[in-house]
């Protein structure tokens, strides 16, 4: 409400303009704008006059042309209401014509007629003046009513094509301004302008300028009406005086009985074209007159023209076809309304997506087959400082509905504090129900009536549920004020909101805050989320538009829209006085290019500004960048605003304007030569200077080719972006900072350094590495060394594993270190170590980076990035190195290196059984890190305790909540994406999947494959595709998902041939893939000598990945026995290979591992014909899979056991299994399931 009273202050009244019977017009300072506006009012407000002038500014609010006056505010405070409008300097229409100001009104109907003469016969020629005996001549500037005409026709003809009708068309309405603009006012602003039945059964509006239907009251009016007001106006301009004249009931007869007079009967020198022009505008019957579009063409209006900058383009969605899905969504959420329960469906898009068109689509069917249902809509405008704007328009809507119940049903809606209803909205003291409602309690607080009004509008929407189907629709969400947000939240609250279904749609930019709002409302909530329409469902839109016989230019309009209604439509008026062959080889650039070119070149010019920005821009620095007098610009931004070239978040001056949509700022852009851009951004960067923050003027002063400033500013908007924990952005800043020329070798090489720095921690290491190498060059030699360090670390941790080693060998050498040659060696070396960790024990002596040296530093860090490189790619020389690292910590004595050593060798021990180890260590890295102030200490921290409940516990879902609280961490205080929150985001996965949470594991693994592969990170694009083609399985086929394996593990290939943990995770869902197809044996050729090379890199040492190997291996061998014949030597042999693999499962490793043990033993039997012992096995094995959370082998469990038992027990248990999978959204769950645990071949 406070924003609302400031918006009096905002404006300051210079002097009174007019006044009509209604509302008195003034001339005002917009303080916020700095510019003059006219100001409109009502003089002896009351409800009715304040719900008129509302009702009359929403609906022409959206329309801009240059032919209609723009309107700007609509503020309602109290009892007062007023909008401001565009302040014309010109005169009136009748002033311009005849070069003289008509003071009396009079005048205009005193003049004698002289009649034709008798006896004149003949018709002049086309343009031609009629010549009579009588020696008045026209009183008319001829050349200035053909300059006038056609821009009065343009104006109305947008009117019509907006669906309004002025319905005064008269000359005091339509004013002419200095520079030759004729615009059109008061188009039915104001209420006994309008046509409608008064209480008296009076006809309001102006008799002499009404068509003869109108003076009849016809309530279906069309835009003829308006066409005979112009054909009159035309008469008096040319004549001096009305066709019909006397008092209004003589008129109003005349009218409908006679025909109107020739202004060439009546004066001389009339052209011809314009007399007759007159005479058909002012036909009895509507279907005579000409309608705008031929109106159009006979003053020489070609299509293009005014299809393009003069044609009104209204600011909502149009045009519907598809969207059946999304229709369901919403007609399912009426249902909770048929028990009583309120119902919320938010629907949510971007611009022109088409929001508007579905809801409006679900109205009119509802419409159509609920005769009982209220269908009330709202809106909000951000030109409106209106209490409750959202609100404002329905509760309008609701006092019409209510006005017209009979008295009885009137009474039956009243709450009990009726009263109280007319405080959040006047209008409704309308309604005589509520304007006699009896005051049924005092309440002097402000507070507490407000909470009592809610309270009596919750009650009045409780009675109208009760008794209609109500929908409440509220658009344009993104502009929802406070005082609606408040509202809402208490009339949706528990308990008992009322059974109504509030429908509230938003873009997606800025509909969080109406996301957050939903969630609090206690109702059944639907969200829908609006995408690209349907190739067919453009193609009908588009057909609808351009006809069936255009079929092939409406597909191509189709593909060039790529599935916006707003961009389709705009294409299809743009072919509208076109032909095919003008606009081939046009796109959709080029046509809001040109459509933004015909605005004009002011226009065109602050679209590019806007566009050139980048981001939203105040109104003020708009107008300081472009020059534009004040109130030049508001007027263009209204036009461009209409013509959906910008959008803005209000009207004051620190409001912002922006394109849009993102398609409209590439199509100004891509029209703008390198020169005129540059000087756009050195305009901008200029007005910047002293107030833009650094990332702007960075932006600008780059984009107008100054390197120099550009790269001062680049570099601070780097430091802020690294400080915000946005490393994406803070690499790109200092990628552009190192292009300045200012730079010492000294400077450059460090800026170079946070440069890889911001790229490592953004997730793109390979880059980093690139970097930290150009950085090292020509540096001293430990500088050399410690940035040599990190490339190796960031090739390592990108998966370029060659690369990364050989550079870490070079590394290691300048520090006096060596790496194991093989697998096998690193562990020997990496035993031989940890027995010396055991004698030493971990105590160490604290000490400060300020004693430690630079070389002694490089020698610990070096150790650890090679272990982290190494931890999902060579097990046992990474954790040689991790065990180094630890040792060299201790050493060191630096507690943060220490605490991160400790964290490192306990992951490795829960990795390989050691237990009790890990756990101690644990409990040591817990005290540690409660010593540390460093950031990122809590999300190691949280990183190791999923790491022991994942390893040493097998409580996956524990362990999936600390990795997601760590990786939230990482994200919120540390901010890295690098190679921590990658391998933690997997581990991630890997509990997802013993979880069984295959729908959750399908949305992220391919999200996470796509974006590491965008950011060349090839470790953790190539694990993702190696280790979760299951993740895939939703939306592709084996064939594909298995070529993906092959090709990331065609980029994965190591130097010397070695096998890593990709190479186990790809054969054993190729042998997975295997299953899926149902054809095992497929795979079994090539499992000998990949096993043989697994074992020689020992990557099935660890206990996990020798489960999974050896798992896998036994399902594999028991599907082969399933598909060989019975009693066959395949099947025998196929049996004893699933037993071999059985007995190598490590036993007492794992806790989890026993039960996994009886699942498999289970299996077997089943495969072995032994159903009594399968079922067994599967009974004892169910419990405590699920206790240990391995719920996906638990379930499929479940299947094999229900299948064999049969009967109600078996059906009850494959129907909990067959839920699970459908809330998963598993697409083959047989096949599946057989993948998990191979059945017969017939299954």
Same mark, same amino acid.
């Given at each position: ?449 407000? !909470? ?422 060579? !097990? ?29 060798? !306990? ?337």
């Amino acid at each position: 409400m406070q924003e609302v009273a400031s918006s009096i202050d905002r404006y300051q009244v210079v002097r009174r303009i007019g006044a009509g019977g209604m509302g008195v017009v003034y001339e005002a300072d917009d303080v916020e704008r700095g510019q003059k506006v006219a100001l409109k009012t009502i003089s002896n407000p009351d409800v009715e006059k304040i719900y008129q002038l509302k009702r009359e500014f929403r609906a022409l609010a959206d329309l801009s042309h240059p032919n209609l006056v723009a309107l700007y505010d609509l503020v309602v405070v109290a009892d007062s209401c007023f909008f401001t409008m565009e302040l014309l300097d010109g005169v009136d229409l009748l002033t311009y014509l005849w070069g003289r100001k008509v003071e009396d009104p009079a005048e205009l109907v005193t003049t004698t007629l002289t009649p034709m003469p008798p006896g004149f016969e003949g018709a002049p020629g086309e343009g031609e003046s009629i010549t009579l005996t009588s020696p008045q001549p026209t009183p008319c500037d001829i050349d200035r009513l053909r300059h006038a005409l056609p821009q009065l026709a343009r104006g109305l003809h947008a009117l019509h094509s907006a669906g309004k009708i002025h319905r005064d068309v008269k000359p005091s309405n339509i004013q002419v301004t200095s520079d030759g603009r004729v615009v059109l006012l008061d188009f039915g602003l104001v209420a006994e302008l309008e046509r409608r039945q008064g209480a008296d059964g009076m006809i309001v509006g102006t008799v002499a300028y009404m068509a003869p239907e109108q003076c009849a009251g016809d309530v279906q009016l069309s835009a003829a009406a308006d066409w005979y007001g112009l054909g009159v106006v035309v008469f008096q301009a040319l004549t001096g005086r009305l066709p019909f004249e006397g008092v209004p009931t003589r008129v109003l007869f005349e009218k409908q009985t006679e025909p109107a007079p020739r202004p060439s009967r009546l004066v001389q020198h009339v052209p011809r074209d314009l007399d007759d022009l007159c005479a058909e505008l002012l036909e009895r019957e509507p279907a005579d007159r000409p309608t705008g579009a031929q109106l159009l063409h006979r003053l020489g209006v070609a299509d293009t023209d005014r299809m393009a900058a003069p044609m009104v383009t209204v600011s909502r969605e149009g045009g519907f076809a598809g969207r059946t899905a999304e229709l369901a969504t919403l007609e399912a959420a009426l249902e909770p309304l048929a028990v009583k329960r309120a119902s919320v469906a938010l629907v949510r898009a971007p611009s022109g997506m088409g929001k508007t068109a579905l809801v409006t689509r679900f109205l009119e069917r509802l419409r159509s087959t609920n005769p009982n249902a209220l269908l009330l809509h709202g809106r909000c405008l951000d030109r409106e400082d209106v209490p409750y704007k959202a609100m404002d328009p329905l509760i309008d809507e609701l006092s019409d509905w209510w006005l017209g119940l009979a008295p009885k049903q009137a009474q039956a809606l009243l709450p009990r504090d009726a009263y109280l209803l007319p405080t959040l909205f006047p209008v409704l003291d309308r309604v005589p129900a509520i304007a006699d409602a009896p005051r049924t309690r005092v309440v002097a607080d402000p507070q507490a009536r407000r !909470t009592h009004a809610f309270g009596a509008l919750r009650e009045t929407l409780q009675r109208l549920g009760d008794r209609h189907t109500v929908v409440l629709f509220l658009d344009d969400m993104q502009w929802v004020d406070r005082d609606t947000t408040a509202l809402l939240a208490d009339l949706m609250r528990a308990p008992d909101p009322p059974p109504v279904l509030l429908v509230l749609a938003t873009r997606s930019e800025g509909g969080a805050p109406v996301v957050d709002l939903v969630r609090r409302m206690d109702a059944a909530q639907r969200l829908i989320d609006l995408g690209p329409l349907s190739v067919d469902a453009a193609t009908a839109i588009a057909v609808s538009h351009l006809g069936e016989d255009n079929r092939e230019t409406a597909e191509q309009l189709v593909r060039e829209a790529d599935g916006s209604p707003l961009f389709l439509i705009e294409l299809a008026r743009y072919l509208h006085g076109r032909s095919v062959a003008d606009v081939a080889g046009k796109g959709l650039d080029a046509m809001l290019a040109e459509r933004i070119g015909g605005l004009g070149e002011t226009a065109r010019a602050i679209a590019e500004i806007v566009a050139v920005a980048g981001e939203p821009m105040t109104r003020s620095a708009l107008g300081a960048i472009s020059a534009v007098p004040p109130a030049e610009l508001s007027r263009q931004l209204s036009l461009l605003r209409a013509q959906r070239v910008v959008r803005m978040s209000g009207s004051r001056a620190e409001d912002t304007i922006e394109p849009y949509h993102a398609r409209v700022r590439s199509a100004v852009l891509n029209q703008l030569d390198n020169e005129h851009r540059a000087r756009h951004h050195r305009a901008l960067a200029i007005a910047l200077s002293g107030k833009g923050s650094a990332e702007q003027l960075a932006r600008h002063w780059y984009g107008a080719g100054d390197l120099e400033h550009a790269a001062g500013h680049a570099r601070r908007a780097g430091d802020e972006a690294r400080a915000k924990l946005d490393f994406d952005l803070s690499s790109r800043w200092y990628a552009i900072a190192l292009e300045g020329p200012q730079w010492t070798d000294a400077e450059r090489r460090a800026l170079r350094t946070q440069l890889a720095d911001a790229l490592a921690d953004a997730g793109r290491p390979r880059e980093a590495a690139e970097q930290f190498l150009v950085a090292a060059s020509g540096a001293d030699a430990a500088t050399t060394l410690e940035l040599r360090r990190r490339a190796a670390g960031s090739l390592l941790q990108s998966g370029y594993v060659a690369e990364g080693l050989e550079l870490t060998r070079t590394v290691l050498a300048g520090v006096g270190l060596t790496m194991a040659r093989t697998p096998l060696r690193g562990l020997i070396a990496m035993v031989v170590r940890r027995a010396w960790l055991r004698i030493r024990g971990l105590g160490f002596r604290p000490r400060s980076l300020a004693e430690i040296s630079q070389a002694e530093l490089t020698r610990v860090d070096v150790c650890e990035g090679v272990s982290f490189g190494l931890a999902l790619v060579d !097990t046992f020389r990474s954790m040689d190195f991790g065990t180094r690292f630890l040792l060299s910590a201790l050493r060191l004595g630096e507690r943060w290196r220490v605490s991160r050593a400790i964290a490192l060798e !306990t992951d490795f021990l829960a990795a390989t059984a050691k237990s009790a180890r890990a756990v101690r260590l644990l409990d040591r890295l817990e005290q540690l890190t409660a010593t540390l102030d460093e950031v990122p200490a809590h999300a190691q921290l949280l990183t190791t305790r999923g790491f022991v409940d994942f390893f040493v516990h097998a409580r996956f879902r524990r362990a999936l909540g600390h990795f997601s609280e760590a990786i939230a961490s990482y994200r919120a205080v540390v901010g890295r994406a690098g190679f921590e929150l990658d391998t933690v985001s997997m581990f991630c996965c890997w509990a997802l999947y013993y979880l069984g949470e295959i729908g959750e594991l399908s949305r992220r693994v391919p999200a996470m494959a796509e974006a590491a592969a965008r950011n060349g990170n090839r470790y953790t694009a190539v694990t993702l595709r190696c280790a979760f083609p299951i993740a895939w399985l939703a939306r592709f086929e084996p064939d594909a998902i298995e070529a993906e394996i092959d090709a990331a593990l065609g980029s994965w290939s190591s130097s010397d041939g070695s096998y890593q943990l990709q190479h186990l995770f790809a054969l054993a869902w190729r042998l997975g893939l295997s299953l899926y197809r149902r054809r095992p044996e497929d795979l079994t050729p090539r499992i000998a000598a990949e096993c043989k090379r697994i074992r020689r890199s020992l990557v099935d040492r660890p206990p996990m990945q020798g489960v999974v190997l050896q798992s896998t291996l036994l399902r594999h061998a028991v599907a082969c026995a399933r598909h060989a014949p019975p009693g066959s030597s395949r099947r025998r042999e196929a049996l004893a290979e699933a037993r071999g693999h059985l007995r190598r499962f490590p036993r007492r490793s794992l806790p989890v591992i026993a039960y996994v043990s009886q699942l498999f033993d289970g299996l077997i039997a089943d495969a072995d014909g032994r159903p009594e012992e399968a079922i067994a096995r599967y009974r004892a094995a169910i419990p405590g899979l699920d206790r240990h959370d391995t719920h996906l082998y638990a379930n499929a469990a479940r299947d094999r056991l229900g299948r064999l038992i049969g009967g109600d027990e078996g059906a009850a248990l494959r129907a909990g299994v067959r839920a699970w999978l459908d809330r998963e959204s598993v697409r083959e769950p047989d096949t599946i399931l057989d993948m998990l645990l191979p059945g017969p071949p017939s299954v």
